[in-house]
């Protein structure tokens, strides 16, 4: 199409008036929008779905607890603090294995 013709059509469209929206236009949109809402609702997830979908969460969370662990073992035997082995042996040796223990 040449020039002419495009500015004859755009002429056109601006002299010609605007549809205007069917009567019921509004109640379409909400019912297409409910429609929308019930498929994006997923089906009922069995419990090994659920695990697989928090596993990387949990796997994170565990990581962080044994690192946490250690960092927390390793600054309480540099402090002096008896290690876990260490305590536990000391316990039972003056309190739980005595002869007048229980």
């Given amino acids: 199409m040449n020039e002419r013709k495009w500015k004859q ?13 069917s009567a019921d236009f509004e109640a379409g949109v909400l019912h297409a929008i409910r429609d929308e809402r ?3 609702m997923p089906e009922m997830l069995s419990i ?15 990581a962080a607890t044994i ?14 603090v008896p290690g876990l ?9 003056q309190w739980l294995l ?3 223990g229980f």
């Avoid at 059509?9 to 929206?21: D, I, Q």
């Avoid at 690192?67 to 002096?80: E, I, K, N, R």
């Fill in 48 to 62: 090994f779905d659920q695990l697989n979908l928090l596993f990387p969460r949990l796997a994170w969370a565990a």
């Fill in 67 to 80: 690192a946490l662990s250690v960092a927390a073992d390793w600054g309480l035997t540099t402090a002096g």
């Fill in 9 to 21: 059509l755009f002429v056109a469209a601006r002299n010609e008036a605007a549809p205007a929206p």
């Fill in 98 to 100: 005595t002869p007048n």
């Fill in 85 to 93: 082995g260490d305590g536990m042996s000391q316990i039972s040796a």
């Fill in 38 to 40: 019930r498929t994006e």
